[in-house]
């Protein structure tokens, strides 16, 4: 058993590869007016028999109808899937004993037109909480998708599954890889997700689907994918709210063979790496990133909280979006983490520039320094590094850990203020 | 010894009171240009040999520094104080060794200008963190408002100090309320505040102060503070930040000679509550406030920590600025608090609207109370009670808490991005 995030010795390559499914999956889409404006808000992906499944999914105790159905047919499928099914427009959470029948009735119509065993089916929902889904108007779509699928191609583009399961995202978000394994032989993995608003960590995040053609067991793939979410999804942050549909699903076809373990983890990793960044990027009113980096903690806990705290304080991502260079409420966010560290030994460190050391401000800064501390202040992307000192050396890096953000903007406010209305 | 939540049996009263300091206190102000505009920025408040004193500091790593000479003042006078001088426009906070030697110069000149021991002096600042405070400017204040203090009324207005220590607060805070002892004896309790950014419970919150004239030891007066403040600045949010300078000051100056403890709590805790809505009603940004009340938690700590959550998610306080009924964002506000409840369970009225119950919407709803939930969602205070249906009755009474906080609006977010600039 290898490691997936020990280097691999072999030759073989990642490589990006044009944003296709993975060998094995069909892909369809429909549109049954549970959005406005007529767009497709419907999304079937069906994959050949043996495909495996995992899946992580929302730690929110109101977890949607759909949510509660996949993680059943999850247990009771030991990890195989033959589709997926995702609608945009309509969350069917906080939808009580309606809401599980109009979910369970959207599996059983797939199960039914794709002549598949229901529990292998998968299904989640997004958009408005609280709202009955348009069954009505779904279930005539479904039969209609299903006749799409058998005339898919197979390993066709990402793209109009990606743009079906829009909500306020401003466009699709789609990465993929090839391994070109030794011997010529190649293996894709591919990923679309969704995102914009009640983007956070420490639940699976939003809807994201990853997809291989690779053979891999169930097992393998729920590490791979844990893996592959630790080191994105479960570092973002949009606005700190968990929403009750937040799901990452990832399927192998195992159409393509058998893969290196470790291979297969750093193409899931990337992919969901990407697509992690796409969602901040697209956050609600996103203007400006913002990432914080966090060395010399303690514990490599210790790391991630004040790198969260930091990213997601108010005050520090509305000073991001402003270009403030008021760097005080960097440090003030740090020192309010809840992590223990003297707070003289703590450096802070902007664009590259030292600004903070032993408990003041850095002399140089006061003067010549400003103009560069400001223009750091107003890239792109503002790039924070903090060492809180109470590690040093290799300890200090391992001890370490970073969390992506964006500046809080009025146009979030503004989009968030008039959501259902 | 008596409990200060017990209800008194005497016949004496507790009315609102007219905005002056309490016996034994004299104000006096000054400006000395930390503050644009040229507006008075420094504050001192003098009391009488005899004079108690408590404090409640921030838990902030990177405490101020004035901060930390408080904090040892506090403990070196075992609860006596002589003066309080304030500053705005500075937080003197991260500022290193010079912060503090900053820090002790104004508590000196107020000492010898005052004639009183330095440790019976505290001080606190507020505005930008990691500038240096302008002493060569301040220096020569400090005795002409000592002056001002020898020609001042006793028991005059607050509102020039309350003014003097305002930031981004539109309007000056303050409370006062007389005890009405038998016997025709009467103690007076007044309070000012500065809020605005950075409230946020768990911690001292702001800078507010609290002054009686009934004659209280240091021991008691602690317990009456802190009875206050859980009532009052730790059930508040505004953003979510911890300041590096949040401080609650009590002083008593003993004048009015002694009164019964729980009237004095009782007291304090009615001009804290008021002082603390209006923080939360001149937040940056101000537009609507939201109260969430929750009851039958299992415990009363799980009540506070779901409330708290619900009243800080940006989710829900955009749709509060909003008017929007996206009351769904509310029930998975609740989900997410990390707190272990039936969602079958869960009740929510808004405006004392029942609108979700059986972990669905109610019937009604759907049709005639739309209008009215809208309604609710639209006044100037939105009021959230929800009961979890862990405990029942009595029980159920007991394990709840409120916590108060506003729609987060645009205003807010351009405020603090051009905060320094």
Known sequence: MTHPHADSPSAARIVAATHHWPRGFRA?????????????????????????????????????????????????????ASALILNSGCANAATGPRGLANAQEMVDAVSLALGCATESVFVNSTGVIGVQLPMERIAPVIPKMAAGIAEALDAGPLEPFARAIMTTDTKPKMSARRIELDGGRTVHVAGVAKGAGMIRPDMATMISVL??????????????????????????????????NDSVFAFASGVAGACDEILLARAFRGVACELAKMIVCDGEGFERSLSVRVTGAATKADALKVAETVASSLL????????????????????????????????????????????????????????????AFNGAHVEVVISLGATEGAEAETNSDEFLSCGLTTEYVRLNADYTT
Chains 1, 2 share one sequence.
């Open 28 to 80: 369809a889409v429909g549109a049954a007016a549970i959005k406005k404006h007529g767009r497709d808000d419907l999304a079937l992906l069906a994959m050949p028999e043996g495909a495996t499944a995992a899946a992580i999914f929302t730690r929110n105790l109101f977890a949607a109808a759909p949510i509660e159905l996949s993680r059943r047919h999850l247990k009771d499928s030991r990890g195989h």
């Open 211 to 244: 997809a291989t053609d690779a053979a891999v067991e169930p097992k393998a793939l729920d590490r791979i994918l844990r893996h592959a979410a630790d080191a994105s999804y479960h570092r973002i942050s949009v606005d700190g709210d968990t929403s009750t």
């Open 316 to 375: 520090v991502r509305t000073a991001i979006t402003g270009g403030d260079p008021n760097w005080g409420r960097i440090v003030a966010a740090a020192g309010r983490a809840g992590v223990a560290f003297r707070p003289g030994d703590l450096e802070l460190r902007v664009g590259g520039i030292l600004i903070f050391r032993d408990g003041e401000p850095c002399p140089a800064y006061e003067g010549s320094m400003k103009d560069a501390v400001r223009a």
